[in-house]
C-alpha cells in the first residue's frame, strides 16, 4: 500500500524467502517497482561455484558467532570488507578449528546441558548466518533502504547498510522478540534450546538498532521496549499506519441477530481460545453469533479451537469461514474484536474502524492508543471473561454499538490514512537522502 501511494518513488524489493523453491509474488505488480529480487534464508549449495569465508575470517566469524550466542550486538564493517564475491559456502562449519570455538562456547555458556543439542542448534544458528551473508553480493543498491521487520530482514538491511553506506530506516510493525517467545513457549522445547534461539533473536535485533538511521515503529507503545534493546531514543520516530479508507466506508446495518466477527489468522498468537470461551458466556446470556474471517495457518491450532467450540456446545453459534474478501464482510458483522496475546497495529482493526464498527480488543502493542477516545474497548489478555462483559454491553446497546461506531470511523479517517502514512515516509526518505 505503501508502493501504492508513493507513486514518484522507485521501489526494488528485495524478498527473503525460507527455502528455494517458494513462489512468493502474490501481489499487484506496480508500476514503480523496477525489479524484485527474491533469495532463500536456507540454501543448499547443490551449485559447484562457491566462494568459502577466507581463512582470515575465521576469528572474525568467532568473535561474530559468539556474540549472536550471547545475545548482544553483531559489529558487521570488519566481516563485509572480507567477505567473498559469489556464493558463501559453509565448509568451516566442517572444520577443526570451528569443533574447537563451538567446545569452548558450550563450556562457557551451557556446560550442564546436552552438548549434542547444543552443537547442532549452534550449528544450524550459525548456518543461517552465513547464507545471510550472502545477501550482501545480492541486495540491489539504492538510495534508501527500509526494511519492514528486525530480524533476517533488519540483518540484511544492516549489511546493506555497511556494504553501500546509505541509509536505513526500519519499521517494526510487531515486536519480535515477543513473537519469537511465543512461538517457542507453545513448543516442546528445552530451556537451552530457548536460550539459545532468544539470545540469537535478541542479537538480530540489538544488530539491526545498531545500524538504524530512523526506527519506525507504528505506535508509541513499542518505543520502551525499543529503549531495552538497545535502540537510540533519538532515532526513533512514530508513523501511523495507514489504510485506504475509501475502501472502507460505514454502511447501514440491518435489525437481526447481532454478529460479533474477529478478523485474523487463525495462530496461537491471536488468543481465539480465550475469544472461544468469551463467546460461550455471551452465548448462554442473550442471542449472538461469532465468526472468525481469516486463513487458517496453523491447522493443529484449528483443530484445538475446533475442539473447545465441540465442548461448549456453542457449533452452531461460532464459525470459521477461512480466507474471505473483508471489504465484503465488514458490513455483515456489529461488532470487531481482536482477543490476541501480542499485536503491533492490526490493520483489520483501522479498517473495521473506517466502516464504523465498535471494537472489543485485548490491550496489547497498539491497540489501547488507537482504541482511546471512547471508539472501543480494551480489556488485559488472557481474560474471557472481561471480553464477554464488553461484548455483552454493545450486544445490547445499539446505540452504544452505533455511537462508538461513528467516534471509530471518523478517527480512522483523520488519523489513519494510507495518504498521510505516505506523505510521512516521503519526508523521512527525503530528509535522510538530504543529510546523507
Not at 536456507?42 to 561474530?64: C, G, H, V
Not at 529503549?227 to 466506508?249: C, H, M, Y
Not at 481469516?294 to 491447522?299: A, N, V
Request: charged content about 20%.
Amino acid at each position: 500500500m505503501l508502493i501504492k501511494n508513493l507513486q514518484d518513488v522507485e521501489f526494488e524489493i528485495f524478498c527473503i524467502v525460507g527455502f528455494e523453491e517458494e513462489k512468493p509474488w502474490v501481489y499487484e505488480r506496480l508500476p514503480n517497482i523496477n525489479r524484485y529480487v527474491v533469495k532463500p534464508l536456507l540454501r543448499s549449495y547443490t551449485k559447484r561455484a562457491r566462494a568459502d569465508i577466507p581463512k582470515e575470517a575465521f576469528s572474525i566469524l568467532s568473535d561474530f558467532f559468539t556474540l549472536a550466542s550471547d545475545g548482544s550486538a553483531m559489529g558487521l564493517e570488519s566481516l563485509v570488507n572480507t567477505l567473498p564475491r559469489g556464493t558463501i559456502g559453509k565448509s568451516w562449519l566442517r572444520s577443526e578449528s570451528y569443533w574447537n570455538f563451538i567446545k569452548n562456547n558450550y563450556q562457557k555458556n551451557d556446560a550442564t546441558g546436552s552438548f549434542i543439542e547444543y552443537f547442532w542448534n549452534s550449528f544450524g544458528l550459525n548456518s543461517m548466518i552465513i547464507d545471510s551473508l550472502n545477501f550482501v553480493n545480492e541486495i540491489p543498491e539504492a538510495d534508501v533502504y527500509h526494511c519492514v521487520s528486525t530480524g533476517f530482514a533488519g540483518f540484511a538491511g544492516a549489511l546493506a547498510k555497511v556494504a553501500f553506506k546509505k541509509p536505513l530506516v526500519i519499521t517494526e510493525q510487531g515486536l519480535y522478540l515477543n513473537e519469537r517467545k511465543n512461538d517457542l513457549d507453545r513448543q516442546k522445547v528445552s530451556n537451552s534450546f530457548k536460550k539459545q534461539m532468544m539470545n540469537f533473536s535478541e542479537s538480530m535485533i540489538r544488530t539491526s538498532y545498531n545500524y538504524v538511521d530512523k526506527l519506525v515503529p507504528p505506535c508509541f507503545s513499542h518505543i520502551a521496549i525499543e529503549k531495552g534493546l538497545g535502540a537510540d531514543v533519538n532515532k526513533i520516530q512514530v508513523i501511523n499506519n495507514g489504510i485506504e479508507t475509501e475502501r472502507f466506508q460505514p454502511s447501514e446495518r440491518p435489525d437481526r441477530t447481532p454478529v460479533i466477527g474477529c478478523f485474523a489468522r487463525v495462530v496461537p498468537i491471536k488468543g481465539l481460545t480465550d475469544l472461544i470461551k468469551a463467546a460461550k458466556i455471551v452465548i448462554d446470556q442473550t442471542p449472538v453469533d461469532f465468526v472468525v474471517l481469516g486463513d487458517i495457518q496453523d491447522q493443529a491450532y484449528y483443530e484445538e479451537c475446533q475442539d473447545l467450540v465441540r465442548n461448549l456446545g456453542i457449533v452452531e453459534h461460532f464459525k470459521f469461514m477461512g480466507h474471505i474478501n473483508p471489504v465484503e464482510w465488514y458490513p455483515k458483522v456489529d461488532v470487531f474484536t481482536l482477543a490476541s496475546i501480542s499485536e503491533g497495529v492490526p490493520y483489520a482493526l483501522l479498517e473495521a474502524m473506517s466502516t464504523g464498527l465498535p471494537s472489543v480488543c485485548t490491550a496489547v502493542g497498539g491497540v489501547p492508543e488507537i482504541l482511546s477516545g471512547g471508539v472501543g474497548f480494551v480489556v488485559p489478555p488472557g481474560r474471557p471473561e472481561q471480553l464477554a462483559e464488553k461484548y455483552y454491553a454493545l450486544i445490547t446497546n445499539k446505540e452504544l454499538r452505533l455511537s462508538m461506531g461513528g467516534q471509530a470511523a471518523e478517527k480512522a479517517k483523520t488519523q489513519y490514512t494510507i495518504q498521510k502514512m505516505g506523505q510521512d515516509f516521503r519526508k523521512l526518505y527525503t530528509e535522510l537522502i538530504n543529510a546523507h
